[in-house]
């Protein structure tokens, strides 16, 4: 195939003694015409190569079937309103919707696809007042994290011309009783700040409906640490003020105050630990890992905070991790998950149990949705084989009925999930979710797909994926390996995939790879694998260490650069997780595996999609163009390297659903043409040969 050029610099930094090339650093410099025209060149050349697929546009009818569909959210309650969203067959965007009363008149409250022409402008976070007469919800251009914040009225359907916040990229909006106002986490939009620095100018403040924003009083002040995020909380009587110092995914630090104190105080220092906290009627009920990997909560009384006073109420679980506790209806709703499968349970606030609520089926729960003195709550269940039901449950009774579900064109009876456990490198069993047609034939050649994360303490759940299912007809086996760095079984799990440790993930990835063709469902040759974000960086690490056990690699908005990744976007946010270059034992384990600088000259590399977005203010997209670029260009690479760069798109992709079917059909498309499949066709998928 033949590439836009790419011109190579001879640039090499010495760290630590170490010399580092770094041949495409000017590829960092999105703003530069000449890298606005690689960029062009390069995304040009991948979707003209992706659009001549035979089947490709098979594969976009059959993802237009999936992804327009009718669905409908858990609803909020605030007062006697309901909130919620839903997405529908001839739209865009998901829309939000209010009623007065569980089954009043559905109105639109917030439709983001009148918003821009082209749809490049998102909703974000969106939060209704306590009595459900305002609503604070931020705006977000090309679906980035930046954002503005304004604020709604219900009745009236009116946005306020006063009450528009610049600033929002982190956030989230605490309205205080009587809904004439809210506290929230503060950016300054200052371009003289750096990017890597404006984390730790986050602030919390208070604003007042109706008044200028330039004049909102600043509740806590900045930390100055940009590898540190800072959040607030507000109880929801009004009463108790929370500021969390969060570093990293690991330990965080709480500081509280009684509203209209002057000072905050310490309630706990996180030394390794990480906290949450919920309060009600007086009482604080903390959620920590502190002594307890799986977690546990204690009830702390305001009267006598101190740490020794603390009162354990929900011991850490033997076998099963504590993933989230709400007060909901009079009790504490607490979502556990059990080897990666959800498990709800509700207890009394005492601590004592009392029952656990009744799921469908083996996978992927939200805790309850609900208010703390309504008996009522919601939660949304879906497996790899049900699409996403929103269930209605009585806290008091236990009574758990269907309230919404979504119709999609697939009859899931044809396929069957299966989990198992495989040892990684080191002898530790992982857990691996495997989907299939459940007349697959395990002969060693069936196109398999294994998707990854592990990082950052984020739990790979068995949740439903519409977007799999035209590869499952084509006789693909889809797999989700629960890697250590994830959060499945708690803090011990994602430490021994953190920092110094990050090579366990990549271990244990491999050793999926090696059970997937030893347990002949697939080979080397059709073992596709995909990961974004920290996942790309998965998948990055994964082509460069092993590049013989792998067919095909998509990733998508990685992190690829580990020696400068912490110098761009809010990469010194995950210093805590990955270590940072400008340590010198740090630099040799990032060093060790960073993919960008890993790839060699003569090495045969698979086939790679590498799909960016133009606007990721979150992953500097310079990851991508830089691996990219070094992969094209090294002698001897005769598999394709193409670059897909997604337009007004940030770290999540775009909001539209025709995007997201035309990144799926160039996803699949191109595994496809890979592994000599055959697509959707007049309805009917043929068996891949």
């Avoid at 236990?398 to 495989?422: C, H, I, M, N, S």
Wanted: aromatic share 12%; with cysteine; proline share 7%.
């Amino acid at each position: 195939m033949s590439y836009p050029a790419t011109r190579s610099e001879p640039i090499s930094d010495t760290l630590h003694g170490v010399p580092v090339a770094d041949p495409y650093r000017w590829l960092e410099d999105e703003k530069s015409p000449e890298v606005q025209a690689w960029m062009k060149a390069q995304d040009a050349l991948t979707r003209e190569a992706l659009a001549k697929v035979p089947g490709r546009d098979a594969l976009a009818r059959r993802f237009r079937e999936l992804f327009y569909v009718e669905s409908i959210s858990a609803p909020a309650r605030r007062g006697n309103r309901y909130f919620y969203a839903r997405t529908h067959k001839d739209k865009e965007k998901a829309i939000i919707y209010w009623r007065e009363g569980e089954s009043g008149a559905e109105k639109v409250l917030l439709d983001p696809n009148a918003w821009s022409q082209d749809g490049s402008v998102s909703l974000g976070v969106w939060v209704p007042s306590w009595d459900g007469h305002k609503v604070a919800f931020a705006q977000k251009p090309n679906a980035a994290d930046e954002a503005v914040l304004h604020v709604l009225d219900v009745d009236s359907g009116q946005w306020s011309q006063v009450d528009v916040i610049p600033g929002a990229k982190y956030a989230s909006p605490k309205w205080t009783p009587d809904g004439k106002a809210f506290y929230y986490e503060w950016l300054p939009v200052d371009p003289s700040i750096p990017v890597d620095q404006r984390p730790g100018y986050t602030e919390l403040r208070y604003h007042a409906l109706g008044t200028d924003p330039k004049t909102d009083t600043q509740v806590h002040a900045r930390t100055g640490d940009p590898t540190t995020f800072l959040s607030g909380e507000l109880s929801r009587d009004g009463k108790y003020l929370f500021v969390f110092i969060v570093r990293g995914w690991s330990e965080n630090d709480i500081y509280w105050k009684r509203v209209g104190e002057k000072d905050f105080r310490l309630l706990v220092k996180g030394e390794g630990a990480k906290y949450s906290i919920e309060a009600w009627k007086d009482q604080l009920y903390v959620l920590t890992d502190e002594g307890a990997p799986r977690q546990r909560i204690f009830r702390v009384s305001p009267a006598k905070p101190e740490r020794a006073a603390w009162q354990e109420l929900i011991p850490e679980d033997p076998v099963a991790s504590l993933e989230s506790a709400h007060v909901v209806g009079g009790h504490l709703a607490l979502e556990y998950l059990r080897d990666a499968a959800s498990e709800l349970r509700l207890t009394t606030l005492e601590g004592k149990p009392v029952r656990t609520v009744a799921l469908p089926a083996v996978g992927a729960a939200t805790n309850l949705v609900g208010l703390e003195d309504q008996d009522e709550a919601f939660f949304v269940f879906s497996s790899f084989t049900v699409p996403r039901q929103v269930y209605k449950t009585s806290v008091s009774s236990g009574k758990v009925e269907l309230w919404a579900k979504v119709e999609l064109p697939v009859d899931t009876e044809r396929y069957t999930v299966q989990q198992v456990f495989y040892p990684s490198k080191d002898g530790t069993k992982i857990p691996l979710f495997l989907v299939y047609r459940k007349d697959l034939k395990r002969d060693g050649e069936r196109p398999t797909l294994l998707y990854g994360y592990g990082g950052f303490n984020v739990s790979m759940q068995p949740a439903f994926r519409s977007s799999i299912f035209p590869w499952l007809d084509a006789g693909g086996v889809f797999a989700v390996a629960n890697l250590r760095g994830g959060g499945e079984y708690g803090k011990a799990w994602h430490e021994a995939g953190r920092l110094h440790h990050k090579q366990n993930v990549f271990d244990d990835f491999h050793a999926a790879a090696e059970y997937l063709v030893r347990e002949q469902y697939t080979r080397p040759g059709r073992l596709a694998i995909h990961g974004g974000s920290n996942g790309g960086l998965l998948v990055g690490a994964a082509m460069t260490q092993r590049p013989e056990l792998y067919g095909a690699v998509v990733c998508a908005v990685p992190l690829l650069d580990m020696v400068r990744y912490h110098q761009f976007g809010s990469g010194r946010t995950w210093v805590p997780e990955y270590g940072s270059a400008e340590d010198p034992e740090d630099f040799k384990v990032l060093y060790a595996y960073s993919p960008y600088h890993a790839l060699k000259p003569g090495v045969r590399y698979p086939p790679l999609l590498m799909m960016s977005a133009d606007h990721d203010d979150r992953v500097d997209p310079m990851h991508a163009r830089k691996f990219v670029a070094r992969l094209q260009n090294l002698p001897g690479q005769t598999a394709p390297a193409l670059l897909r760069i997604e337009s007004n798109a940030g770290h999540g992709g775009a909001d539209q659903v025709a995007k997201a079917i035309e990144s799926s059909a160039d996803l699949y498309a191109f595994l496809f043409q890979t592994f000599g499949m055959t697509g959707p066709a007049g309805g009917v998928t043929a068996e891949a040969q």
